[in-house]
């Protein structure tokens, strides 16, 4: 069997951490298809539009762009999924596979791509109760060395879901 799904989004969102304050606003167009009920490749085209508030230049890199920035998205993932539910899973995993190319529409040498690998395992416990244990890989990279990825793309580690017992979002890897 092989189906075909069309979907459309448009969102806002509004950022507050300890290095920037923003608003973002977009949407995009995906499609899916799935090739076995346990296989599914997507396509999201979308456009996001960043406005930067307020910054903290001292807690960030120099070279990090701190204008409003506009991206146009094209992204790929490849999902293999084999939960028993698809809105409460007890046993069972989640995998996918995505690469997303990122351009500034305003700027065409501040190209960038995020490549995510993920794996997530659902283990019934006892009842109600199970077990989600999450691995996820993500990569940025760039296509020219003077590249400028704005600073709501970059990854950022430090509070309850990364690295628990330090302040979120206080370590993060330029390079």
């Given amino acids: 069997m092989v189906d075909f799904n069309l979907n459309e989004s448009v969102y806002a969102q509004y950022e507050d951490t300890p290095n920037f304050e923003a608003t973002s606003i977009g949407g995009f167009v995906q499609t899916s298809r799935s090739f076995l009920p346990w296989l599914t490749l997507s396509h999201r085209l979308g456009v996001e539009s960043i406005d930067i508030k307020q910054i903290n230049e001292a807690a960030l890199d120099a070279n990090r762009p701190t204008r409003d920035t ?5 992204d790929t993932t490849l999902s293999i999924d084999r939960r028993d539910r698809f809105s409460d899973p007890s046993k069972g995993f989640l995998s996918q ?9 305003e700027d065409a040498t501040d190209s960038f791509a995020v490549t995510t690998a993920q794996f997530v395992v659902f283990q019934k416990i ?5 077990l989600w244990q999450n691995i996820r890989l993500d990569r940025i990279l760039t296509f020219d060395q003077d590249a400028q ?5 970059l990854f950022y580690l430090g509070g309850n879901d990364t690295l628990r017992g ?3 979002d206080i370590y993060r890897d330029w390079e």
């Fill in 70 to 74: 506009t991206l146009g998205t094209l």
């Fill in 149 to 153: 990825i704005p600073t709501q793309k």
């Fill in 126 to 130: 006892w009842s109600r109760l199970s």
């Fill in 166 to 168: 330090f302040s979120e």
């Fill in 97 to 105: 596979l995505s690469f997303g190319y990122n351009q500034d529409l």
